[in-house]
């Protein structure tokens, strides 16, 4: 097999199971949050995503030895109140939900400010570099797009919580939250299609791309 096929395989692999472990951990999730009976199992789904990101930041810190064992007696104070911890959860599933979408929404409204650049446009400087007149001011209002889109969600998170049942919660923020976030995506590809020239268009894989020099500090190109 050809070297570019074979990374494009593999690629195509990694994409795949982190799709699949998306899926697999919403469904569960959705389940383990609309348990009439929950118990320590729902308890521990709802933690594990904060406790993996702190192990992960703990391993990764210049302080490797204290930070696990921090992340020990975290883990140790929790199962010694693993009987509150079981009512509650699901406000740990709401901080994850609303705090994620609240804090994008945080983050694309506030490259909108005068002196800023618009987060989309950040993207699409990495891809471009320079961009063009029609680029940059279609990049501004996708970033409006996107802050009206995550304020929305947290904002419907929040009311579904307070006024509906947990089940029916639980249907937006876990069943529903990434097959929305897809359709965002597709509307806005569209969107990209009809109203750019293809010397300005990119795909989702690059925008992906340059999500993630951006995101690991790498300076955009100039525009």
């Known amino acids: 097999m050809k070297p570019g096929l074979t990374a494009n395989l593999l690629r195509g692999i990694r994409w795949a199971a982190i799709a699949g472990f998306c899926i697999a951990y919403s469904v569960l999730s959705h389940f383990a949050a609309a348990d009439p009976n929950p118990d320590l199992f729902d308890a521990a789904v709802a933690m594990a995503p904060p406790l993996a990101l702190g192990a992960v930041l703990a391993w990764r810190s210049a302080h490797r030895l204290w930070m696990l064992l921090l992340c020990l007696g975290v883990c140790a104070a929790l199962y010694a109140s693993r009987h509150w911890l079981v009512q509650h959860f699901n406000w740990v599933f709401l901080l994850q939900h609303a705090g994620m979408q609240g804090l994008l929404g945080l983050a694309f409204g506030r490259s909108l400010r005068a002196g800023q650049v618009p987060m989309v446009s950040r993207f699409a400087a990495v891809i471009h ?11 501004r209002q996708v970033t409006w797009a996107w802050t009206l889109y995550f ?39 569209g969107a990209r299609v009809i109203l750019l020239p293809a010397s300005d268009r ?16 790498a300076a955009p190109p100039p525009t």
Do not use: C, D, K
């Open 151 to 189: 304020s929305l969600m947290t904002s419907l998170s929040l009311l579904l919580f307070w006024l509906a049942p947990v089940a029916v919660w639980s249907v937006f923020a876990n069943l529903l939250n990434l097959p929305l976030l897809i359709l965002m995506f597709a509307a806005e590809y």
């Open 202 to 217: 990119s795909g989702p894989l690059e925008a992906i791309r340059a999500w993630r020099q951006t995101g690991s500090g």
């Open 129 to 139: 570099g320079s961009l063009s007149p029609a680029l940059e001011r279609y990049t």
